[in-house]
């Protein structure tokens, strides 16, 4: 059984910074592209950034582009999502997700982070 728990979201001043992290259980995470979710209330979930299966290469939504970085630590089984610079629309709970093909995508509990004075 895939499990997935994040941490590390909290509240943070604009312009502040914060590092979700993403936990895999029960699998290997380079097996899997790795993304981080988000979805503000009354929002539909939006992609923010991924990581993909055996690489390092990495893909963002344009909001974040300059500001987040995702990660991924093989040893750890771990996934990460810097953010700096962070802006009050990047209020939201965050997710993590991974998938590969023949497999269900498998998601967290999902993590809040707050950007407010």
């Known amino acids: 059984q895939v499990q997935l728990v994040e941490s590390g979201g909290g509240l943070v001043q604009p312009g502040g910074s914060l590092k979700v992290s993403c936990v895999v259980s029960?699998?290997?995470?380079?097996?899997?592209?790795m993304s981080w979710y988000r979805q503000a209330s009354g929002q539909e979930r939006e992609l923010v950034a991924q990581i993909f299966s055996y690489s390092t290469i990495t893909k963002y939504v344009e909001s974040v582009k300059g500001r987040f970085t995702i990660s991924r630590d093989d040893d750890k089984n771990t996934a990460y999502l810097q953010m700096n610079k962070l802006k009050p629309e990047d209020t939201a709970v965050y997710y993590c997700a991974a998938s590969r093909p023949g497999d269900p995508t498998y998601w967290g509990q999902g993590t809040q982070v707050t950007v407010s004075s």
């Open positions: 029960g699998s290997t995470i380079r097996w899997y592209t």
